[in-house]
C-alpha cells in the first residue's frame, strides 16, 4: 500500500479532473474503478487517497505516541502528578473519540492538520496508560533503585531506565492506533467532518458515492475495499511486531 500511495498517482490521470460527459461510468479498459457522478476516474481518486489515510494514520501514531510517552512516564514516576494527569485522561476517555473530534474539526476548520490534531487527541489516553503501566513496574526493579541510590538525576533515570522498557509495547500499539487513525479519518470524511471534500480521501469518495449507490455501487464498494485491505495489513503488522517483540507469546501460540 506504501508503494501503491507513492508510485501510484505517477501512472494514473488527474484524479479531481471533471469530465461530466463520462459521468457514472461502468468498470473498463479505460476506467478501471469507473468514474463518480462529475466523470472523475475512480481509480486515480482510490489510489490517491491511500496516500491521505497513510499519512493520517502515520502522523497520528508519531503524535499519540510521543505525546503520551512524555506524559506516561511523568506521571508514572512522579507520584504527585499521577492523580491530576490520570483524572484527566479518565475524562477524555469519557467522551467519544469519534465526537471529540468533530467538536475540535468545529471548532478550527477542517485541515489536514486538524483531522490529525483531532483524531491523535482521543488516542492519548491509551498510550498514557500504557506508559504509566510500565513506568510503575519497572520504578520497583533493583537497578533503577540502585540508579536513584546512586545519585542520577531524574531524567537520566528516565531516559537510560524507563524508556528503553516502554519502546516495545509502544511500538505494537502503535500500529494499531494508525489502523483506529484511519478508520476514523474514513468516517469523519463520510459523515462531512474530515478533509476537504476537495482533497480525495476514502471516507469523502464514499461519501459522495452513496447518493448514487444504487445506479453505481463501485464507487463505494473499491474505497471501501481498499480501506478494509489496509487496515487489516497494519493489523497483521502489528501482530507480527507483538510476536517478535516478545517471543514469549510466540511459544504460547
Known amino acids: 500500500m506504501v508503494i501503491v500511495a507513492v508510485l501510484g498517482p505517477l501512472f494514473t490521470v488527474d484524479p479531481i479532473a471533471l469530465n461530466p460527459l ?5 468498470p473498463s479498459g479505460d476506467n478501471w474503478f469507473g468514474t463518480d457522478y462529475l466523470g472523475r476516474d475512480t481509480f486515480a481518486r482510490v489510489i490517491y487517497g491511500a496516500r491521505i489515510s497513510l499519512v493520517v494514520g502515520l502522523a497520528v501514531s508519531l503524535f499519540a505516541v510521543s505525546l503520551g510517552l512524555i506524559i506516561g512516564m511523568v506521571s508514572g514516576y512522579i507520584r ?3 492523580a491530576v494527569v490520570m483524572r484527566v485522561m479518565d475524562g477524555l476517555m469519557s467522551i467519544p473519540g469519534i465526537l ?3 467538536a475540535l474539526i468545529s471548532l478550527s476548520g477542517a485541515t489536514l492538520m486538524t483531522v490529525v490534531i483531532a483524531i ?3 488516542e492519548l489516553p491509551r498510550v498514557v496508560r500504557l506508559v504509566r503501566s510500565v513506568v510503575l513496574s519497572v520504578r520497583e526493579e533493583p537497578y533503577v533503585e540502585a540508579a536513584i541510590a546512586s545519585g542520577t538525576n531524574l531524567p537520566l533515570i528516565l531516559i537510560r531506565h524507563i524508556l528503553p522498557n516502554t519502546i516495545a509495547p509502544l511500538i505494537v500499539l502503535a500500529t494499531y492506533i494508525c489502523g483506529s487513525a484511519m478508520l476514523t479519518e474514513s468516517i469523519l ?3 462531512g467532518a ?3 471534500p476537495e482533497i480525495p480521501s476514502w471516507g469523502n469518495i464514499m461519501s459522495e458515492g452513496r447518493t448514487y449507490f444504487q445506479l ?3 464507487i463505494i464498494f473499491y474505497p471501501g475495499i481498499a480501506l478494509a485491505v489496509t487496515v487489516l495489513a497494519v493489523n497483521v503488522v502489528g501482530d507480527g511486531l507483538r510476536d517478535t517483540l516478545d517471543p514469549r507469546i510466540a511459544r504460547k501460540m
Open 22 to 26: 463520462n459521468r457514472l461510468k461502468v
Open 194 to 196: 474530515g478533509i476537504p
Open 100 to 102: 471529540l473530534a468533530i
Open 80 to 82: 504527585v502528578l499521577d
Open 120 to 122: 491523535a487527541i482521543p
Open 216 to 218: 453505481s455501487p463501485w
Open 189 to 191: 470524511g463520510f459523515i
